[in-house]
Each structure stands twice: as structure tokens, then as C-alpha cells.
């Protein structure tokens, strides 16, 4: 089993990532349980692809280990976009009830028909030899009216696909359709290919 440290604090993306990884022979540790402190990373890039690169790099350059940081968030087409890059921080807050809230007040009006979304999921793997791997993919969906379920994280609540919100699924059924697990799937071929580097 290989230790691939995950440039996250969130513990419920730790248990998400694992649930996916531990399959294909990597544990994942948060870099707080390496004994690493990354500190406060400003997610300063303008895609989802430069923030993963941004965490992914900030850890590596701290310890001389195999890295993997994803960045996530939701795209939503009746807001031109949003929350984006900003899903970690929309509304100014952290909490996710806040940040759920604030997009069903501003989708108030939307019609069902017009609240498609999606979810974005960028990871970048830096292997301690200093190799990088990106990932991407996403999910298609849409905002439902309320929260629906208590699983997952985040904007699950009000995400759906084919009717049924992210957190009404349980993780196997999630992953299988998720953008992360979608992304890390990707990684899992790459990886693959690199296999004696790690």
C-alpha cells in the first residue's frame, strides 16, 4: 500500500478519497496526520486546475512524499457560472448550510428546467520524484429546490442527477458518477503507467 499525502483538512473529503484510493493501493493521510503543516494555501488561480496545482505544489515543496490535492465546486449555468472557483468560500463563509442557502435564494425564480449544473473536480498527483499528473471530469445535474439527503458533503444536498441528490446516495453509488470519482479513476490509469516512481 503505498502513502500518497492529500493536501486537505476536510475530513469528509479524506473519507471520500480513501473510500476510492484504497482500492487501487494508496492511503491517503491528510498532511496534518504526516505531521506536515501546510499552513494557509491562498487559492489565488482563476481554474479549478491551477488551484489544484497551487495545493498540490504548496504541499510537495513541505515534505518529500507523493501528493495528491483536488480542487471541486459547482458550476451553475442560471448563474453565469457560479460559485465556481469560489464554492469553498461563496457567501463569504465555510459553513455549508450558509453557502446552500445563498444559492437557492438567488435561484428562486429559476424554473426546474433551467437549473442544470454541474460539478468540476481538477486533481494533481506530484510524485516525491517531482513527476505531476493532472486529472479532470465532471457531473452533470441540476439545483434542486431544497436539500434533500444528509450524506456527502458540500453542495450535495442540492445537487441531483437524474432526480436523486449526491447526499441521498450512499458513497458506492456516489462514486461510481461523482466528478471526483470520475477524476480519480483518471488518475488511477496514470498512475498506473508510473507505478515503479512511487
Known sequence: MSKFIIATNNP???IELNRILIPLGIEAVTAKDAGIDLGDVEETG????????????SAFDKCDCNVI??????????????PGVYSARYANSSD????????????????????TAHFTCSICCILRNGRIIKCEDYCYGNI???PVGTNGLGYDP???VE???????????????SHRGK????????LSLFKEEF
Open 12 to 14: 469528509k473529503k479524506l
Open 46 to 57: 482563476t481554474t479549478f486546475e491551477e488551484n489544484a496545482y497551487i495545493k498540490a505544489k
Open 69 to 82: 490535492a483536488d480542487d471541486s465546486g459547482l458550476c451553475i449555468d442560471a448563474l453565469s457560472g457560479r
Open 96 to 115: 455549508d448550510k450558509v453557502k446552500i442557502a445563498k444559492i437557492l435564494d438567488e435561484m428562486s425564480a429559476v424554473e426546474e428546467k433551467d437549473r
Open 144 to 146: 434542486l429546490f431544497e
Open 158 to 160: 442540492i445537487f441531483a
Open 163 to 177: 432526480g436523486k441528490s449526491f447526499a441521498s446516495m450512499d458513497g458506492d453509488e456516489k462514486d461510481k458518477i
Open 183 to 190: 477524476a480519480l479513476r483518471k488518475l488511477k490509469e496514470q
